[in-house]
């Protein structure tokens, strides 16, 4: 597996973890702004301590909001890592020449690799 393989690989994973990330956010943006359209000022002020007790309220102590911020971070670059690899590795053996002998693009050896076994 060559260092070209691996860059190649780690290109391709960022790109797609990027456009599914930005797919994600596009559509839960989307999906915000569609109930916002649909929202009236009625239905806001009917339900308005709703909405500012849960503006007020934390789900959960910073402590734990660090603590697993930094476990998701570690697990996302794990992954990525893993499926840079696992692309990296297949991009290797989908490139490698037929028989070990034989350069890749059927050229004749160079002549500094004559007699070298």
Do not use: C, N
């Amino acid at each position: 597996m060559s260092r070209e393989h691996v860059v190649i690989a780690r290109a391709i994973v960022a790109l797609l973890i990027g456009g599914l990330l930005g797919y994600a956010v596009g559509t839960s943006l989307a999906g915000d702004s569609r109930r916002g359209r649909e929202l009236t000022m009625k239905q806001y002020v009917a339900d308005f301590d709703r909405y500012k007790a849960k503006l007020e309220k934390s789900e959960m102590p910073m402590t734990v909001a660090v603590i697993s911020g930094v476990i998701m971070v570690a697990a996302v670059f794990g992954v990525y890592e893993l499926l840079a690899f696992g692309l990296a590795k297949a991009l290797a053996a989908i490139t490698r020449p037929r028989s070990p002998g034989a350069p890749p693009d059927g050229l004749p050896p160079p002549p500094w690799t004559a007699g070298r076994s």
